[in-house]
């Protein structure tokens, strides 16, 4: 095995003659045996790394991502390319999974992509036993560490599964890690040496831009209107990117949003209509992002403030995939610095108030005293909040800290499946006369597509039917809806749902305590991580692109010539030269009283200064009569 079969490989199935950047080194290292960690920027071709050796080596290669819909796409674009790959994530039915993980054990598949969560389900360690695995790849590696900025517990199951295949060696992908966070990703993944490979996160085709502004609505569209092509938009507020979205499209830009508070369904029809150029601009929460397949961004532009520069990074780094000139813009005003700082005791609220969050828990999910270890419940957040009158994002915050001290298992959002059943009996529907032409079409369909409607529900895909239809997905949801409320059918929208698991059985309140690995110690790396984010759009001296490079350890980074502070300083350069020739001109005629100096078309301030520097370098000097005169050679 060698360099000219994952060159085949690379050419057969992405049509490349040859890998880039650090993307052979890493192929090389895991193929031999050897743990690794791969440091790669943004659109560095990760998923090559893993993809062409999985298919260069003997059984399949176990890739941990905790995007369900990231590992979605890419499971399907390899199924186009003629790879065989499977994805097993929370919300498909047992059956599937079984089927999914026994194909594995037979050697169906060359790629398994799986959630972090489906680590620690007894079924999945029984089956994984069974596997022969490749290798295995930990995307978004950065998750695992405790000290990174986005820590899911879940990802510490990896090291468990080691011992399960342990001949698999490991691979690790991030794009965002600190010196320190590299050193624990391979800590905690139990390497048995050290090994980094690092890419430059330096992006020569970006251009990182910071405005103070006022009024940011004017901004943005003044920015829109000067960057041309497709753009992101990032906000925090739900409900700020439909405002936004809206003042985009009366403005005559073509723009929708994206949030997860929307329906599954509506978010895909979105996303791909924005990535398809249907829109021009994508205004979302963080919620959008991670796996984006759109290489030609322009710019992103971060309408407040991320809260750490890793986060920043990482949602800038969409723009620009292609290699071409793109930009990264965050607007910010005078009350943003503040806001942030407030984040600090909303993320990390006070033990008392945590302590009362888990009391309320219990009583919400009506667990006894003593009972409960190993109990799932579903979890409406929006439904607690409202009933014990708390704050949504604290008890949220609250909630992940009880996760992470490990007395709870939280998890956000989990996917279900959308299912259908008919109401109206088969001879009903057949008399129904509905001379609508868009549900007569779905109705076909789903009797065609899909068996056992009249007898119980049946897991439906709404993509699937839109396909098949020739109508969008977001037409077949709303299609859907209005069977339900005609009462012919009836259905259940896929949904995220929230889950909450003891860990342990109740627990006196006194008895909860938050240790410093879960509390202290990394709410002073949040404030660390929110000082340096401030640090960021305030400091007027360093050239954006070093600043995140030399955070992220590569303390060699150079200016990049392009963005706003180092442009600033030639452009006042080039205001002093200007100057300069301007007195030069002026006194070659006669000597002038300072009064006398035309100083139009310049900032009076610098005119002053660059005619003192040139009075101190004697270029000039005042004559008997306290007039500018030129000195000559």
Known sequence: MGLELFKQILKQYWGYDDFRGIQREIIESITAGRDTLGLM????G??????????????????????????????QRLRQLGVKATAVYSGMARNEIIAALENCILGGYKLLYVSPERLETDLFLRKLAHMRVSFITVDEAHCISQWGYD???????????????????????????????????????????GNVLRMSFERKNLTYIVRNARDKMQETLRILRGIKG????????????????????DEGISATCYHAGLPQILRDDRQERWQKGEYRVMVATNAFGMGIDKADVRLVLHSEMPDSPEAYFQEAGRAGRDGKPAYAVLIYDRSDCAKLLRRVK?????????????????????????????????????EFCYRFKYFPVVAHNALLLLSNARYIDYREEDETVSRLRFILTRDSLYRLNDENPTREKVMHTLLRKYSGLFSGFVYIAESAIAHDTGLSPDQVYHTLKALAMLRIIEYIPRKRTSYITFLERRLETEEIALP?????????????RITAMIEYVTDKGTCHSRFLLNYFGETEAKDCGRCDVCTAGTRKEQEERAIRQSIRRQLERSPLFPNEVDTTGFHKDLFLQVAGTMLTQEEIFLDKEQRFTLRRP
């Open 41 to 44: 920027p943004t659109g560095g």
């Open 46 to 75: 990760k998923s090559v790394t893993f993809q062409v050796p999985a298919l260069a080596v003997e059984g399949t290669c176990l890739v941990i991502t905790p995007l369900i819909s990231l590992m979605r796409d890419q499971v």
């Open 151 to 193: 820590f899911r517990p879940s990802y510490l199951q990896i090291a468990r599964i080691r011992a399960v295949v342990p001949q698999a060696p490991v691979l690790a992908l991030t794009a965002t890690a600190t010196p320190f966070v590299v050193e624990d990703i391979q800590r905690q993944l139990n390497f048995a040496q």
């Open 230 to 249: 497709c753009a992101i938009i990032y906000t925090r507020n739900r409900q700020q990117t439909h405002d936004i979205a809206k003042l985009l499209t």
């Open 346 to 382: 909303e993320t990390y609220p006070e033990p008392d108030y945590v302590r009362d969050v888990y009391e309320h828990l219990c009583y919400y999910l009506q667990m006894a005293m003593g009972d409960g270890e190993g109990v799932t419940r579903e979890f409406d957040l929006e």
């Open 516 to 528: 410093p690995h879960v509390y202290k110690d990394r709410r002073e790396q949040y404030e660390r």
